[in-house]
């Protein structure tokens, strides 16, 4: 079974600067996918950014990039220029490339991330 | 407007009252799921469909009940609540695998409290 790991329960970041939020996961699978979504205070689950795993060239998403380390099983999320509306829980989440079987989505834990102004 | 929604967004019942949390999305997507979120445990799935009358369990699918009669409905059933279940409840839908959407689409969420 695959496994999704946020060790760092908290983040701050000074608004304008610039944070990273780690994530590492644990798969038999060569074909995959990981994301990053971002849940603010309504609750509501928003996709920032997905990696297709044979992929090489990390996703990017204006301010939001990720490091994608296939090998290290690593899938860390950078937010550049951070902003007040930033500030939410940001969970990562991992999925097999699917092929008829179940699209579940396992997700880490979570991490808080709040944005001093 | 593409879109998942639930109802009710938020309810609070008594232990052994049985109750539905209703699920329906506007994209015809086959496959639907449900998840639940607790703190300090992320978003762990309950049960999902890949298609009408098809359902299976997911990873936490003790005291839940799913049907899928029509493509668009995916109603989550409490028979006999307890207040294990008081949580933050989500319904996703993807299409089909292989017809090229990557992403789910999630409804807005329903907290439900049981006591």
């Known amino acids: 079974a695959q496994t999704v790991t946020q060790s760092q329960p908290e983040m701050s970041v000074q608004e304008a600067e610039t944070v990273t939020l780690s994530c590492t996961y644990d798969?038999?699978?060569?074909?995959?996918?990981l994301f990053w979504y971002k849940q603010p205070p309504s609750r509501q689950m928003i996709l920032v950014i997905r990696?297709?795993?044979?992929?090489?060239q990390n996703a990017t998403e204006n301010r939001f990039s990720v490091n994608f380390q296939k090998a290290a099983k690593s899938f860390s999320l950078k937010i550049s220029d951070s902003q007040l509306g930033d500030a939410a829980m940001y969970f990562c989440a991992y999925r097999n490339r699917p092929s008829g079987a179940n699209s579940k989505l396992t997700f880490g834990k979570g991490i808080t991330l709040s944005v001093r102004p | 407007e593409a879109q998942v929604t639930q109802n009710p967004r938020y309810l609070i019942t008594v232990t052994g009252k049985k109750l539905t949390v209703t699920c329906s999305q506007n994209m015809n997507h086959e496959y639907m799921s449900w998840y639940r979120q607790d703190p300090g445990l992320g978003l762990r799935q309950i049960y999902y469909s890949m298609n009408v009358e098809v359902t299976d369990k997911g990873d936490v699918p003790e005291g839940y009940k799913v049907s899928r009669k029509e493509k668009r409905n995916f109603p989550l059933i409490l028979e006999s609540p307890s207040p294990n279940q008081t949580s933050l409840y989500f319904c996703a839908s993807r299409p089909t695998p292989g017809q090229g959407a990557r992403e789910q689409y999630f409804g807005p969420g329903t907290r439900l409290t049981v006591t």
């Open positions: 798969t038999s699978e060569s074909d995959y996918y």
């Open positions: 990696q297709e795993a044979y992929k090489q």
